[in-house]
């Protein structure tokens, strides 16, 4: 799999099923530290469901990336905006475990994200920031590897 980051630590690779179990806990992980916590219901037989059509989707369509020896992952899917036929990339969850944190895995998890979007012909790569980590060594690692603000998203929970 060319996309996958080329070196001798090998520390990313692409999920399989048998990642499942490590994929729901680091998934439960993001949750839990998210502004999404107590606000969307937590279904686990949901996410279970997403993780494997992610996994086992056609590879352009979508994919997760999962640390060999760190603990993280990052899953994205591709759309077409209504507006044009250029294909994006977005991801929809980046998580390194806090203790992995600083070992390299984030910026090999981006660097296989990208290679996977040139790879597929993806026009642009989006990358998602929480408004809490605005600011943050996050934001910054986003510029630094490129990437621009182009839009913030607002909720509000209606229930």
Request: aromatic fraction near 10%; hydrophobic fraction near 40%.
């Amino acid at each position: 799999m060319e996309y996958l980051v080329d070196s001798e630590r090998r520390s990313v690779r692409k999920a399989t099923l048998g990642d499942l179990p490590r994929l729901m806990r680091l998934s439960k992980e993001f949750y839990d530290a998210s502004p999404y916590n107590g606000r969307l219901t937590f279904d686990e037989s949901k996410l279970k469901n997403v993780l494997k059509m992610l996994i086992s989707s056609d590879d352009s369509i979508g994919t997760i990336f999962i640390g060999t020896k760190s603990q993280g992952l990052l899953a994205c899917m591709g759309v077409e905006p209504f507006f044009s036929t250029d294909k994006v990339a977005t991801e929809v969850m980046w998580w390194v475990s806090p203790q992995d944190r600083g070992s390299g895995v984030a910026q090999e998890l981006i660097e296989a994200y990208e290679a996977w979007c040139r790879l597929h012909g993806y026009h642009m790569a989006q990358m998602v920031l929480l408004d809490a980590l605005k600011g943050s060594s996050v934001d910054r690692f986003y510029t630094k590897k490129g990437y621009e603000l182009t839009e913030k998203a607002y909720i509000k929970v209606l229930q």
